[in-house]
Each structure stands twice: as structure tokens, then as C-alpha cells.
């Protein structure tokens, strides 16, 4: 199984990027698909997921009104869409999958990570 995260680089602050993330190696029917964040010297925290039914989504309140995660089935694809980039959104982006309710996400334990990619925000 393999989550290939993609899109992270350089911005300035008020910019926008977006993530892309293709799952492989097994069918992900059911699973949800999201992203985490880690910055240097901080624990990864958890951003945003979407659910299997591509309806049910779920927001760190610090991205709340400027990120959007959707999905494309077809292709085991997650994106998340960065809006309005701030300095304090700069980390590693990872991607993970999950059969849980993406409620019970949590950065403890999760079914399938992939490799970060790194978002820099210049101010």
C-alpha cells in the first residue's frame, strides 16, 4: 500500500496551493482519506478528511473557511485545496487513510500514512 502525497513547495502568505495524494496498492472502498500537518518541533495535528461518500468532511478549526479536501474515487485520489495561506500553515503535509468515521481521526494511529510534502509560507 502506498499514499503518494504531492504538490507541497514555496508560497507566500495570501497564496494558494494545492495537495494532491494518490492512494495505491489496495482497493480503498469505504476508507476515508485525509491529510495531517507536522511542523518543526511540533507534534502532527491533524487538518482535514473526507469521507468514502465524498459528502462527509471534517476540519481542523485552523483551516476552517480556507481549506477544502475533496476526493475523486475513480482515481484513489485526495486533494486538499490551500487558500489564504498563512506563515503558521508552513509543515509537512501527510496523507493517511482510515476506515473510521474520519471523526475518530486521530494523528495517534492510523490505518495507512504516506510521506510528507513540505509547504514552506514566507510572510
Known amino acids: 500500500v502506498q499514499l503518494q502525497a504531492s504538490g507541497g513547495g514555496l508560497v507566500q502568505a495570501g497564496d494558494s496551493l494545492m495537495l494532491s495524494c494518490v492512494a495505491s496498492?489496495?482497493?480503498?472502498?469505504?476508507?476515508?482519506l485525509g491529510w495531517f500537518r507536522q511542523a518543526p518541533g511540533k507534534e502532527r495535528e491533524f487538518v482535514a478528511a473526507?469521507?468514502?461518500?465524498?459528502?462527509?468532511?471534517r476540519y481542523a478549526e485552523s483551516v476552517k473557511g480556507r481549506f477544502t479536501v475533496s476526493r475523486d474515487n475513480a482515481k484513489n485520489t485526495v486533494y486538499l485545496q490551500m487558500d489564504s495561506l498563512k506563515p503558521e500553515d508552513a509543515a509537512d503535509y501527510y496523507c493517511?487513510?482510515?476506515?473510521?468515521?474520519?471523526?475518530?481521526?486521530?494523528?495517534?494511529?492510523?490505518?495507512?500514512w504516506g510521506k510528507g510534502t513540505l509547504v514552506t509560507v514566507s510572510s
Open positions: 493517511a487513510a482510515d476506515r473510521r468515521s474520519v471523526l475518530r481521526w486521530s494523528s495517534s494511529f492510523m490505518e495507512y
Open positions: 473526507v469521507e468514502w461518500n465524498r459528502v462527509s468532511k
Open positions: 496498492g489496495r482497493t480503498f472502498n469505504g476508507y476515508g
